[in-house]
């Protein structure tokens, strides 16, 4: 449960077109060396941290892309009830157009994941491997991204009060058009500094687990409204209580304008 909240904002926060159809080149908000710093709780008990990462990783896909990587570990005190180690990766070409590559690693509580996904895009499908084993294969169309890649494309779009986006998105098993709503644009403050953000609420109909038992399941999240649209912190709402995350620490942002 240490990830599940934070993976929701990676799987529904979409990215690349307004209701009506409007997208184009976008100024790219972050660059390599980029790192975001989060404080994981659980209600009021800090349960763990996340690292989000821009990388390069041309040498991986043969072609210039984008490293995207995100790991989660659990407190020590927590190891000893709940261990979670995440390693996730993210391959994306440098125009941000689409996924070429998806890697996930997961260790939490006793169940382990090693998860594969191959993006072919003369066929528009996506090969889903489990610990080496091809699993399955799904259709996508052009634009789809993997669960991580889409919380960097979100970033490249303007965003207002009232503003529904959406794209597909997909993890090898299903492909979906997530969504999510612009609510409003209010301050947050954290660590005794105030950011200007959006209050940003993604569309939970096609997330499991917890949020799909949870009759109540809500996740808020605060983008700032400058240049950079950073996930300063999220909430969560399910069955079993409260998860939150904070920004501690953002070294390597790119320049504040374009």
Request: hydrophobic share 40%.
């Amino acid at each position: 449960m240490l990830a599940a909240a934070l993976f929701v904002v990676l799987f529904g926060c979409p990215h690349a077109q307004a209701k009506d159809g409007s997208a184009g080149k976008r100024p790219v908000p972050f660059q390599i060396g980029e790192r975001l710093d989060y404080s994981l709780k659980w209600g009021f008990i800090p349960v763990g941290v996340a690292v989000f990462e821009v990388l390069d990783g041309s040498s991986v896909t043969g072609i210039p892309s984008y490293l995207f990587r995100l790991t989660v570990r659990s407190h020590p005190v927590i190891d000893l009830i709940y261990k979670v180690r995440d390693h996730i990766e993210s391959y994306v070409d440098r125009s941000m157009t689409h996924s070429l590559l998806y890697r996930k690693k997961q260790q939490e509580g006793r169940h382990k994941r090693d998860i594969e996904v191959r993006f072919d895009w003369k066929r528009s499908r996506a090969y889903r491997y489990n610990k080496g084993r091809y699993e399955t294969r799904v259709d996508v169309p052009a634009g789809t991204f993997d669960p991580l890649g889409v919380f960097y494309a979100f970033r490249l779009n303007p965003i207002s009060d009232g503003l529904v986006v959406e794209t597909p998105v997909t993890d090898g098993k299903k492909a979906v058009i997530a969504t999510a709503r612009v609510v409003r644009r209010e301050p947050v403050s954290l660590h005794k500094k105030t950011f200007d953000t959006y209050l940003v609420e993604p569309d939970l109909k096609h997330v499991g687990g917890v949020f799909e038992k949870s009759k109540d399941a809500k996740l808020q999240v605060w983008v700032t409204a400058d240049f950079r649209r950073i996930v300063v912190a999220l909430k969560s709402k399910v069955v079993v209580g409260h998860f939150s995350g904070e920004l501690t620490s953002a070294p390597g942002l790119a320049p504040s304008r374009p």
